[in-house]
């Protein structure tokens, strides 16, 4: 069973890059008591120790905390206000919806655009620009000025919901995978090496806590944990899925910025099978994660894989993860953790 109301907690709590202050409270509050110790860096990563059988080697798993927001440029004679993205962002998906821009107060706000009623046929033709857009707070310029001024994050509104065998919400990158790395800390009693759970900041522009943690950790092994597209939906063709929901936890072989370890890929899905986990193959060929600097910013490199949660419309306002992949998930990345000391991981040569 999946805890929903943590969950629905992680998922619902602000954190843009950069300001993941409220997130990290969160975590730290839930990992306390089944973590040995407990590191925040200078860039606010969270570096959670759990000590294994043997401390000869290391284990790195990153699970980037913050989510794709906004950030205020400025604020106009009316009080509208003007922004810049912090992430990737679908502009065509931001129409009307409500946002909410953390200032002296949380204030909501709603992205406003030209009526379709007054657009030109040239306009109405036209793909929407993030320039197109403003943020209207409902309020008179010199109530504005009290609460927000340049520079202060806005997040989405979207509250969990369950919706079938689904969770629908904003932010669920990463903050399924934030939640899975939780729920695995509270189940991993004595995992065979020292394992470092790594709630990481600002991999939504450029996987820049992740760089920072791994040159600290300096990991013999390393996983990325994220989400990754599923575009199992009607006019897909099978080749451009990338992986469907409730097929199972993915495995990742490679995206834009990695190409895993195949020994990790291998070992990964020996544990799946040998546990009976559901699994699937992951090949993204657009997009990164944290799996790139645990894999490259370490001397000598570590052998690293990925684990991926099949997600439905992700970096739109909302986004989908089926429950029973979440729990697959948990289970497979209990048991690499467990059994890493069990396989060769020598090159054949």
Known sequence: MINIDLLKTICETPGAPGFEDRVRSLVLKEIKAFTDDIEIDNMGNIIALKKGKSNQKSVMIGAHMDEIGFIVTHVDTNGFLKFHTLGGFDPKTLTSQRVIVHGKKDVLGVMGSK??????????NKVPKITDYYIDLGLPKEEVDKLIEVGNPITRERELIEMGDCI???SLDNRIAVFILIETLKKLKTPAYDTYAVFTVQEEVGIRGAQVATQKIKPNFGFGLDTTIAYDVPGAAEHEKITSLGDGVAIKIMDASTICDHRMVTYMKKTAEKHKIKWQNEILTAGGTDTANIQRMTPGGSIAGAFSIPTRHIHQVIEMVHKKDVSNCIALMQNCLNELDQY?????T
Do not use: L, S, Y
Not at 344 to 348: L, M
């Open 115 to 124: 009526p379709i009623h007054v657009m030109t046929p040239e306009e109405k």
């Open 344 to 348: 060769n991981w020598t090159f054949n």
């Open 168 to 170: 629908n919400c904003k």
